[in-house]
């Protein structure tokens, strides 16, 4: 059966308990679970593009939309080491698989962000070593695919990409922002959909 002219439900729909509960679930593991039809069915009413989607990118999107606002939202120090607050979450600009222009990361400023940078509700570090050497893992086995850049400013790009996971074969969508301070690109702010973050 056909409804609104873009999903698909089928003859069995699933209980309105269950539905209800999906919609409130962030985790990739119960939604993949839920049959395509119905994913698509959650989609729609929040309001997500389903046109041409498979299973995994509706999934994604979803949870994206289950994401906290300010996970989403990058902040970056200003010269004057006031906060931005204008700029765009990660998921609302369009991306493109062309690179604005050249971007040099060094291993320092990877390292700074994640172990060096304090924390921003105390005044310690964050120190992140497994996800550093996580990250590093996933660079070396080459799995970061589907690079796209959305430039936000002359400062600030954004870069998003789907990782795959090491142990269940699943693409997660991982965000980075870039900000250029003298000519040197770090990055500020960082988002990854798996349950680590």
């Given amino acids: 059966m056909r409804r609104s002219g873009i999903e698909w439900v089928s003859d069995f729909p699933l209980p309105h308990s269950i539905v209800t509960s999906v919609k409130n679930m962030a985790t990739r593991e119960s939604l993949n679970r839920v049959p395509f039809s119905h994913l698509k069915s959650i989609a729609v009413e929040k309001n997500i593009d389903v046109k041409k989607k498979k299973k995994e990118g509706i999934i994604n999107s979803i949870l994206e939309t289950q994401a906290p606002e300010e996970a989403l939202t990058p902040t970056c120090s200003t010269s004057s080491n006031q906060l931005k607050e204008n700029l765009p979450p990660f998921n609302a600009p369009c991306y493109v698989k062309t690179q604005p222009r050249q971007i040099k990361i060094t291993f320092a ?89």
Wanted: charged share 20%.
């Fill in 109 to 197: 400023s990877i390292y700074s962000f994640m172990i060096v940078r304090t924390c921003c509700d105390k005044d310690t570090s964050v120190n992140n070593y497994k996800g550093l050497d996580r990250a590093m893992q996933h660079y070396d086995a080459n799995d970061l695919k589907d690079i796209c850049f959305s430039e936000i400013n002359a400062d600030i790009i954004y870069v998003k990409a789907s990782c795959l996971s090491s142990m269940k074969g699943i693409h997660y969508r991982v965000y980075a922002c870039i900000q250029t301070t003298n000519g040197k690109d770090t990055v500020t702010h960082a988002y990854c959909q798996c349950t680590v973050g």
